[in-house]
């Protein structure tokens, strides 16, 4: 009997961390801003979407969410030059639907600004870093957060949850071993 019930705890332990392994590999859709009206002119710049940005992790296949008027805004992606200096005339691409959702294919930083005239002058712009494969793993693993020097971008600010987690996972699996052996 006791075979029994330690083939059973072993066997809910293992789907248990698969299943915590999938949820950190899952794409997620980030609503940019955190709620459905941050695509606007900032309040202040601890108010701006870049701060929300550089609090977040990003990782390839990730999309971002945009809620907004589309009948009196857009969304713009554009290159570095045109973040800076708040170019609208030659983007990568336009979305004006109101409900934009943007996948992040590749590692890097993106650069969106808005399309209304003169609000990307008043801070409606952000900046989003996709983490690498090679930052990815660092990150799972517990290593430091990338540094703003290896990206053309904010910095990421690490989070304490990613060690909470980390020993977590450590913890389950010394646990599981333990059961199995």
């Known amino acids: 009997m006791a075979v029994f019930s330690r083939n059973v ?51 390839i296949g990730d999309s971002l969410v945009w809620k907004y008027d589309g009948k009196t805004d857009s969304v713009l992606e554009v290159i570095k030059r045109d973040y800076v200096a708040c170019n609208t005339s030659s983007p990568i691409a336009v979305h004006n ?17 808005s399309g209304a005239k003169g609000h990307c002058e008043q801070g409606q712009k952000l900046i989003v870093v996709t983490l690498s494969e090679k930052h990815m793993r660092r990150f799972f693993m517990g290593a430091p957060a990338p540094s703003p020097v290896e990206f053309e971008g904010p ?25 199995l052996f």
Do not use: Q
């Open 155 to 179: 910095a990421i600010a690490p989070t304490s949850n990613a060690v909470t987690l980390k020993a977590s996972l450590v913890v389950a699996l010394g646990v599981l071993i333990g059961f």
């Open 97 to 113: 639907d109101g409900n934009t959702k943007i996948v992040l294919d590749h590692s890097g930083a993106y650069y969106f600004i």
């Open 9 to 59: 705890i072993s066997s809910s332990l293992v789907a248990v961390v698969f299943c915590l392994m999938l949820s950190f590999t899952e794409a997620k859709d980030h609503l940019v801003g955190g709620k459905t009206d941050s695509w606007k002119v900032p309040s202040s710049e601890s108010n701006s979407l870049n701060s929300w940005a550089e609090k977040s992790r990003f990782l």
